[in-house]
């Protein structure tokens, strides 16, 4: 799933974090780099009186500082490690995509009727604009953006907030919100992973410059790019770590457990208007896009992981565009260690900011993907319970030691193939996965437990939102599998009742 | 029924106000407004425990302890109160109340006082409000602009921040009633929309211990079992709403307190009383008229020539005293007049004289039917349904906030009387939309002011008319939500009281 724009708008959440800890410590905790670049940008001042509107696209820096010193790939490794925070300052950044439609026709809505849906959310619920150039690509509003993806997939990304309670209350006021004013325009939105009912080609395209650059290169390294552009949703949970240590038990946690969020939350099993032969078709999708930029990451379990291989292992990934003068130039086929050397083709002799180091990151899509914090990214979009259900599973597995010891005993001694085993299988058999000598359903209630226990131990009563996935556990039935027995049953086979039961 | 808490709603009010307002004011006013702005600046700036909350150690009235101003109030400081409140149009908000009955699931039982602290506890620690306590007793929250408080029968207030459109106020409740919902599921507990208790009898009602409910109960009774089921098992939903100047004040006071009956009948919502049918549409309308008739009404003096901010200070004075707040203590006033209290001659406590915060509570102690502060408050709605609290807030930003529409209803009531006007307001709670006045069905005059408030929306172009989409409907039918009880409870319910609890549970 492209997140380019996502993730941007992420930084821009987790830039305002960083801010406010610096602020509070007095102290800068990169290097001059990030210190300079932090005081060129400090959060925008709301003009009284007056809506603002954001001239900027997703970077929230219009143009990039030229840092007087060039960057060195130790301030690459330092603007990760930057991202380490004690465990009281660690927050919960949700993030969803969903599908907008015409509630007649079902057809996907078109750009202008997001232009209007998005402007009058702003006018009515008092957000701001994120123009880019004459046309609306997103709203603002404190430290939670909405944004789209390149074929209109309506995405909130969240604030970063302290308890899983705040959350569910943040998607519940949002939905409510886009649905006052979608009604009023006969449109709805779908909690599904892929889009159910239509083709490519039926679907318009956002009118973003990076997406231009994007759509003409995916083709050249995967044949199932564009779909993953244009046709899949996702929901997914941004969480910090407190040190280097710290962020690899996360990481090599997230990565190995991730196909089990896959098989839990599937909810893909449709393509233009029949079964697809898989239950998370979004997942199978990623297994195709650009392997040089998606994943599971196998250097992640060497002994030798940690920032900085994290940094070499992005240092070599294709670049898609450079940013300049409110203009994406197409810089695809060369990598930012080439960049690092002044050798970009698309801009002669130009060196890299870290500016431009943020936006590559938000161009690699592996099924766990660092940045300051660590994005939990193997969910398929779903209904409302469900995205409250992704958080509270990887916060309870992730946020507390206990669960965390638990889970890398647990998969230690799982082998690099075996998890890729698991991540090609789970979007075709879900939880009926056979692993070693039971099948992944059975992994999946150990995991759900330390999910439930260390949800528990942070004592927010928090438990209660894992029910929806305790329900697949205990079945061994996917949100997908179900869908496709009414597909059988009383719909007689016809998809289009899907747009009604995923109704948010 | 009385909202004591509005005070410090009133209060969080008072100060944005006093940022907005650009109106002049009186010395003694502008030292107790700095009072007030410099504790809750100072509140709002104080940096928050991560391990415990922060506690606010006061009640309704904002100032813990009134500050001893150097010279006594005079007639003057109170009318300049009101005046005070006067702001330009595009400063106007829309500040939406609503009250709902806590109910335990399984036994359909009204909620105590320790299920309720429990409740409010556990919404201060998840959605991060601040506690707002009485001694040892948490009897309200506060987050922002908004505040949680509980009424006597612990009903269960949301006071909402001023906000500019219907769509924010719509939004807000929503928020709210998310966030109540989610902790009291947890608990076995579910809200209740109605305007009046259904099912139990004022001795099933637990109360809540605030003292000031104590000396309401004790004073208010002799006035009769009106007053205190009033109090106890009522459930209204209000808007309050600004005015630019005196003029605008009065027609706007003549406009809504003419057409509260018709508020009363359009929203009825309380059929019932201790399982059964009451003969009432709205048996909360017509409690609250049989209240204490010194301090409740439809205030007639409203249309005559004379009336302006001074006439309301002359009623208010003469309006019997409940209680004075003094070293966080409530103390019993019972029947003297702040007339007397200007006066020094309270006897509870001899030689004081009041303050502007003793003025302000006071003022929340009267229950008219449209209650002037520094803003009006619409007051004579039942609550219910989630569509229904939106739909009252849009009723009356329609025909208050267009000049036109407010010209309209002004004209159409030009010729009514006070006598036509009581006569209404006594007859509403009965017989509803079919209530004749002045030789139309009550029905037919809804039809016109409910194109007028439409009208008056659309003028705002802020889309905001789909919100009195639910009023059509009762209009169009003359089937108001307490009908459509009557209704379920005759035939599919077999006159059985208890499904009305999951039919309007929130």
């Not at chain 1, 050397?341 to 002669?348: K, T, V």
């Not at chain 1, 259900?389 to 890398?408: H, N, Q």
Request: net charge neutral.
């Amino acid at each position: 799933m492209a997140v380019v724009s996502r993730s941007a708008t992420t930084y821009t959440r987790h830039y305002l974090i960083r801010h406010e800890f610096d602020r509070k410590t007095k102290t800068c905790v990169a290097n001059n780099s990030l210190c300079y670049s932090a005081k060129k940008a400090p959060p925008p001042q709301r003009i009284v009186g007056g809506r603002r509107v954001i001239v900027a696209a997703s970077p929230p820096t219009e143009d990039a500082v030229v840092a007087t010193d060039p960057l060195t790939k130790q301030d690459l490794v330092d603007y990760l490690a930057s991202g380490c925070k004690p465990k009281d300052k660690w927050r919960i950044g949700t993030e969803h995509e969903k599908f907008g439609f015409e509630i007649g026709s079902l057809r996907p809505m078109k750009y202008d009727q997001i232009a209007e849906l998005l402007n009058g959310i702003a006018e009515r619920f008092d957000w701001d604009k994120v123009m880019e150039g004459d046309k609306i690509i997103g709203l603002k509003q404190g430290k939670q953006s909405i944004s789209l993806e390149p074929g209109g997939q309506f995405e909130l990304s969240g604030a970063p907030l302290e308890t899983l309670h705040q959350t569910c209350a943040e998607v519940n006021s949002h939905l409510y919100q886009v649905k006052a004013v979608a009604e009023e325009m006969g449109i709805g939105f779908l909690g599904i992973g892929f889009q159910p009912k239509w083709g490519i080609k039926d679907i318009p395209i956002m009118p973003k410059g990076r997406y231009d650059i994007m759509r003409n290169y995916m083709p050249k390294v995967g044949s199932l790019g564009l779909d993953m552009m244009f046709r899949t949703c996702t929901v997914q949970v941004n969480l910090d770590f407190s040190s280097e240590a710290d962020m690899i038990k996360k990481f090599r946690a997230g990565l190995a457990l991730q196909p089990i969020a896959t098989a839990l939350f599937a909810n893909s099993p449709f393509k233009e208007g029949k079964p697809n032969g898989f239950v998370s078709m979004r997942s199978h999708i990623w297994t195709d896009t650009d392997k040089d930029r998606t994943g599971m990451l196998p250097f992640v379990f060497d002994d030798s992981f940690g920032f900085e291989q994290y940094v070499d292992y992005a240092l070599d990934v294709p670049m898609y565009f450079v940013y300049r003068k409110n203009r994406y130039i197409d810089c695809t086929g060369k990598t930012f260690r080439d960049f690092l050397a002044g050798r970009l083709p698309c801009i002669p002799g130009e060196l890299p900011t870290l500016n431009d180091w943020e936006n590559h990151l938000t161009t690699i899509f592996p099924e766990v993907r660092l940045k300051r914090y660590l994005e939990m990214r193997g969910a398929d979009g779903g209904p409302w319970r469900r995205l409250c259900a992704l958080p509270a599973f990887w916060v309870g597995l992730l946020y507390d030691e206990l669960s965390l010891k638990s889970v890398l005993d647990m998969t230690a001694d799982w082998t690099p193939e075996e998890r890729q085993m698991l991540r090609n299988k789970v979007p075709v058999t879900g939880l009926k996965t056979p692993f070693r000598d039971g099948l992944l359903k059975h992994v999946a209630e150990d995991v759900l437990k330390l999910a439930k226990d260390g949800l528990e131990r942070r004592g927010f009563k928090e438990s209660g939102f894992l029910n929806e996935v305790a329900e697949v556990v205990r079945t061994g039935v996917t949100p997908a599998e179900r869908l496709l027995e009414l597909y059988h049953g009383k719909w007689e086979q016809s998809v289009d009742h899907v747009f009604e039961e995923l109704l948010y | 029924m009385g909202s004591l808490d509005l005070k410090w709603n009133s209060s969080g009010c008072m100060v944005l106000r006093k940022v907005e307002s650009t109106k002049t004011k009186g010395e003694d006013m502008s030292s107790l407004c700095g009072s007030s702005a410099y504790l809750y600046k100072r509140r709002g700036r104080r940096i928050r425990c991560r391990e415990q909350r922060v506690n606010i150690v006061a009640t309704g009235p904002a100032i813990d302890h009134a500050p001893v101003i150097a010279k006594p109030l005079t007639k003057d400081d109170l009318i300049d109160y009101f005046v005070s409140g006067c702001k330009p149009k595009h400063n106007w908000r829309i500040g939406t109340e609503h009250e709902k009955f806590g109910f335990e699931l399984k036994t359909l039982r009204p909620i105590n006082y320790k299920q309720i602290s429990a409740l409010l506890n556990r919404i201060a620690t998840r959605f991060d409000w601040e506690k707002i306590m009485e001694g040892d007793n948490i009897i309200g929250l506060k987050n922002g602009k908004q505040s949680i408080s509980l009424e006597p029968g612990g009903q269960f207030e949301l006071s909402g921040m001023p906000l500019k459109t219907l769509h924010q106020t719509c939004d807000e409740i929503n928020s709210h009633l998310y966030q109540a919902k989610t902790v009291a599921e947890e608990m076995g507990i579910g809200f209740l929309g109605l305007g009046f208790q259904p099912k139990w009898r004022l001795e099933d009602i637990p109360g809540v211990p605030k003292v000031r409910y104590n000396i309401m109960q004790n004073h208010l009774g002799k006035f009769g079992s009106p007053t205190i089921e009033s109090l106890f098992m009522t459930c209204s939903v209000q808007v309050n709403l600004d005015f630019s100047s005196e003029a605008d004040m009065i027609k706007k006071m003549r406009a809504s307190i003419a057409l509260q009956p018709l508020a009363a009948a359009l929203f009825a919502n309380s059929p019932f009383k201790e399982g059964v049918p009451n003969g009432y549409l709205t048996i909360r309308s017509h409690r609250v008229g049989q209240m204490d008739k010194s301090r409740a009404g439809i205030l007639p003096f409203v249309f005559y020539d004379t009336f302006g901010f001074e006439k309301y200070v002359d009623y208010a004075l003469d309006v019997p005293m409940l209680f004075v707040y003094r070293k966080n203590k409530y103390i019993d006033c019972r029947g003297m007049s702040f007339r007397d209290f200007m006066a020094g001659k309270l006897p509870v406590i001899p030689g004081q004289v009041p303050t502007l915060g003793d003025w302000e509570n006071h003022l929340t102690t009267i229950f008219p039917e449209v209650r002037l502060k520094r803003y009006m408050e619409m007051r004579g709605a039942d609550d219910g349904p989630l569509e229904m609290l939106c739909a009252l807030p849009a009723f009356w930003v329609g025909l208050l906030y267009d000049e036109v529409s407010l010209q309209n209803v002004l004209d159409m009531i030009a010729d009514w009387t006070p006598e036509d006007i009581q006569n209404l307001r006594n007859k509403v709670p009965i017989t509803g939309l079919t209530t004749p006045v002045q030789g139309r069905l009550l029905q037919h005059i809804a039809e016109d002011t409910l194109k007028w408030a439409k009208d008056g929306l659309d003028r705002r172009c802020l889309n905001e008319s789909v919100f009195l989409d639910p009023l059509k409907e009762v209009v169009g039918t003359g089937l108001t939500q307490a009908d459509k009880l009557l209704e379920m409870y005759n035939n599919k319910w077999g006159n059985n009281i208890d499904p009305v609890f999951r039919e309007r549970c929130y």
